[in-house]
DNA sequence: CCTATTTGTTTGGCCCTTGACTAATCGCGG
DNA sequence: CCGCGATTAGTCAAGGGCCAAACAAATAGG
C-alpha cells in the first residue's frame, strides 16, 4: 500500500537530485552521485535534461576533488536561481513574519507586522495577505515564478486532515489555514505546526545541519518542539509528536491549564516570564528589556532568566534520556538571552542527564534566530514543490 | 554518503519480496506486487528466481482476489520453511530463554533455564550454550541450516559498537556478547537490546501489528522501552532512546541510582514490587504468587500492583502526550497481572494525558508474553540474514 | 452463457549500471 | 621547468532490470 501516485524511475531521480541540490547548495556532479546513489553516468544524462530545462545552471567555477589533493576538478552545479520564488509566512505569539527566499534559498525580504497578542486568526489573514502582496511588490517579483506559500501556525498540526490539531483550547484548532490564505492570495498554500518547521530549517541550514538525531525546543509564548530521529521527523498520530510544553518538570508544581501540575509551559514561555517580573517593573517590560537589564546586572531580571533556564534544562535531561540525540537546539525568543538562559539549562540538564545520554549530548542555540519558522516554511514549500516544478517542465 | 556496499537493483528487489513474505506469511503474487510497489510481472520473475533456489513454495491452496468478489483468485506462495531455522537467546532478569523458529516464523522449540538474579554474563553464556546445543538436539535440525543466533541483552545497546551500552552500571556493559556466544556456537550471532527485540516482536507478529507510530514499555526487573515512529525504531546516538527506566515522575520521590528523584524505576520493577510486599509476606513470595493473591482479593498484593500500574500509568500518559503514538503496548513480566495493573495505569495515563494525544491513545498488554524479547531475537536474525541468504543463492 | 474483475504471463522499450575511455589536476622526481 | 604516475571528473557503448500494455486464465454474479 505505497504511494499510489506511479511516478517513473526517471522521475524520482531527478526529483532526488533537486532536493539534494536545493540543500547543498552547488555540488559537482560526481558528488552528486555518490551522495544519491546513482552512477555518475546516469547523474550526468539528468543534469543535461534539468539544464535543458533551465532549472540548473553549470558555473565556471571549479570544485576540487572528493579525495582532497589529485584529481580532475569538478564542474560546479546548482538551481537556478531565476527559478522560482518561494514565501514563507511565520504566524508567531504576536507578529507575523513574512520572507521570500529563492530557490537556492536565499533570503530575498523579509517582512514583519506586529499583532495584539490573542488576536484573531482571521484578522490576521488579512494582515498577512497584505504583507505578502506588498512583499511581492518589493521584491518585483512575477506572481507566476512563486512557486508557493508555506504557512507556519502556532501549536500542533495534523497533516492528515491539514488543519491545526484541536487539543487544547486554541484560536486556530480547525482553522483550514492553506484555504483562507490561498484564497486571499490566489496562490498554492502549504501548513504545518511553528516547531516542526522550525526544525526542518534549522536542520537544512541552521545548527541541525547534518544531525539526524535531535530535539528542537521553541521557547516562545508557549513550550513547543519536535523531535527528528532517523533523520525523520516524528508526527505521531496528530501532529502531537514533540509537543513537550506540557511535560511535568514537577509534579507539585503549579496548576496547569491542561489540569495537570507542574508543565513546562507553567515556568518557562514568555508571559510566565514576564508576570514573575510585573510585579517589581511593571507592565511595560519587554523581553528585549528584561534581556538587555540581565546583561548589565539586574539580579531580577537574571533570576527570572535562570529560573526559566532550570525548568528547561529539567526537561532537556528528561527528553535527552529517553531520547538519547546528538543535540538538542533551543529557538523560540527566550534563546536570544544567551548564555543568561543557557548556563543555568545546561547545568540542570547536566544533573538531570544520565551519563548514557548526557555524555554525548549537546545543547546549543538555534541559529537562525527569530527567522526559524519563516525559513522553514519557505523549505517546506520548496520541497513538496519539486515534484509539481518537474512534472511541468518534463513537458 | 549511503551504505558503501553496492547491492544492485535486482537483489534488494528480491530483498523486499523476502523480507515482505517473512512478514505476512502467505500470499499472492499480485499482492506482492501491490505492496512492495514492483509490478506483477517483475515480482513473477522474482517469484520464479526464488523458487528455483528453493527459498520459496508455491502451494496449491488458492486466494481470494483483493477486490473481494470477482476475479481469478491468485496463488499462495510463502517462504520455505525448509530453508532455514533461527534461534533466539533471551537473557533476562533470571531466566535464559531459548527458542528456535522456522524462516516461516513458527516456533518449534521453546526452552529455558532460571538464573540467580544478578547473574554473571559469563557464566549465563555457559548456560546459554548448553541450553542451546539441547535445543538443536531436540529439534533434530542439521546445524548448516541454521541461519544464526539473536540474542537479546537487558538494557540499552550501542549497535555502531555491537555492545551493550555502558550508562547505567551494569554487568553488561561492553561486553562482545556476539563474540562470546558466537565463539562458544560456533554459529553467527546477533545481539541488540531487550527492550528494542521486544517492540520489534510485538510489531511484526504481536499487539503492534501494522503500527507505525507505538510505545513499547517493558516492566520487568528494571523499567524499559522502545519508541517506533514513522515505522521505525529509534535508537538515539547510543542506543539509549525509549530507555523510559529514568523519566522521573515524582520529583519529590526516592532517590534512585541515577542521582535523580522518583524515577519510574524506583516504583515500578519487579525488586520493588517484591520489597513493598516483603515485611507482611516474607521473601519467598514469587510474582505469580502474588498475582493470584491479588486475584483472590488480598489487600495488600492489591496495592503494590496498583501502585506500580499509577505511576507507569503516568509515565505514559507523559510518553502520549510528547510522542502522539497510537499505541502503548505493556510487555514484561508485570504485565502478566492484568487488569490489576491495567486498570490503575489506564486510569493514571487517561488523568496525565492532553486530549490531543490521549483521544487515539489505546493502551494495551503485549500478545507475546515472556517469549516477546526471543521473538524479537528471531527476527531480528531472520531479517538481517536474509541479504546473505540471496547472496549465497545467487551464485 | 456472458460480462466484469482479478491474476499470472509475455513482449517491446526505457532507465540505469558497469566498464572503458578521455580530460584535468596534484605531487613527485628529475 | 618538464614529464610521469596517481587520482578524480565527465562521457560513451553494451547489457540487465523493470514497467506498461496486451493477452490468457480463472472466478463471481447476473
Known amino acids: 500500500m505505497r504511494t499510489p501516485v506511479r511516478e517513473s524511475r526517471a522521475d524520482r531521480s531527478r526529483l532526488a537530485v533537486v532536493r539534494l541540490l536545493r540543500e547543498r547548495g552547488t555540488m559537482s556532479r560526481a558528488d552528486i552521485a555518490r551522495h544519491v546513489g ?41 538551481l537556478n536561481p531565476a527559478s522560482g520564488e518561494a514565501i514563507g509566512v511565520d ?32 484578522a490576521a489573514f488579512d ?13 518585483g517579483t512575477d506572481p507566476s515564478r512563486i512557486l508557493g506559500v508555506g504557512v507556519s501556525v502556532p501549536g500542533p ?6 488543519v491545526p490539531s484541536s487539543g487544547m483550547p486554541s484560536p486556530w484548532a480547525g482553522i483550514p489555514v492553506a484555504v483562507e490564505l490561498g484564497g486571499r492570495l490566489n496562490l498554492p498554500v502549504l501548513a504545518d505546526g511553528d516547531t516542526k518547521l522550525g526544525a526542518l530549517a534549522e536542520r537544512r541550514w541552521g545548527a541541525a545541519r547534518g544531525y539526524d538525531e535531535f530535539v528542537y525546543m521553541k521557547l516562545h509564548g508557549g513550550v513547543g518542539g519536535a523531535f527528528v530521529s532517523n533523520g525523520q521527523l516524528a508526527r505521531g498520530v496528530n501532529g502531537g509528536a ?19 501540575r507542574g508543565c513546562l ?9 514576564m508576570r514573575a517580573l510585573e510585579p517589581t517593573y511593571g507592565d511595560r517590560l519587554t523581553l528585549r528589556n528584561v534581556i538587555t537589564m540581565a546583561w548589565q546586572g539586574d539580579r531580577g531580571c537574571i533570576r527570572a532568566l ?20 546528538q543535540s538538542v537546539i533551543i529557538g523560540g525568543a527566550l534563546a536570544a538571552a544567551g548564555e543568561l538562559l543557557m548556563g543555568p539549562l545546561r547545568e540542570a540538564a547536566a544533573a538531570a542527564s544520565l551519563p548514557l545520554a548526557g555524555d554525548v549530548l549537546t545543547i546549543q542555540v538555534g541559529a537562525l534566530g527569530p527567522q526559524a519558522c519563516a525559513l522553514g516554511a519557505v ?17
Chains 1, 2 share one sequence.
Open 38 to 78: 546513482l552512477s555518475r553516468s546516469t547523474v550526468s544524462g539528468i543534469i543535461a535534461t534539468l539544464v535543458a530545462d533551465d532549472l540548473v545552471v553549470e558555473l565556471e567555477a571549479k570544485l576540487t576533488p572528493a579525495g582532497g589533493g589529485a584529481g580532475r576538478p569538478g564542474a560546479a552545479v546548482m
Open 91 to 122: 504566524f508567531g505569539y504576536r507578529h507575523v513574519h513574512v520572507i521570500i527566499a529563492n530557490v537556492a534559498h536565499a533570503v530575498r525580504i523579509a517582512k514583519s507586522v506586529r499583532l495584539p497578542v490573542g488576536y484573531d486568526p482571521g
Open 127 to 139: 494582515v498577512a495577505a497584505d504583507l505578502v502582496r506588498g512583499a511581492i511588490d518589493e521584491a
Open 157 to 162: 498540526f495534523d497533516t492528515r486532515r491539514g
Open 242 to 260: 514533540g509537543e513537550i510544553g506540557h511535560l511535568v518538570v514537577d509534579a507539585t508544581g503549579p496548576l496547569c491549564r491542561c489540569g495537570n
Open 265 to 273: 509551559e507553567t515556568f518557562v514561555g514568555l508571559p510566565v516570564v
Open 306 to 325: 535562570s529560573d526559566a533556564g532550570t525548568m528547561a534544562g529539567r526537561a532537556v535531561g528528561m527528553l535527552g534520556n529517553i531520547l538519547n540525540p
Open 379 to 395: 523549505a517546506m514549500v520548496l520541497g513538496e514543490t519539486d515534484e509539481k516544478l518537474l512534472a511541468a517542465m518534463g513537458s
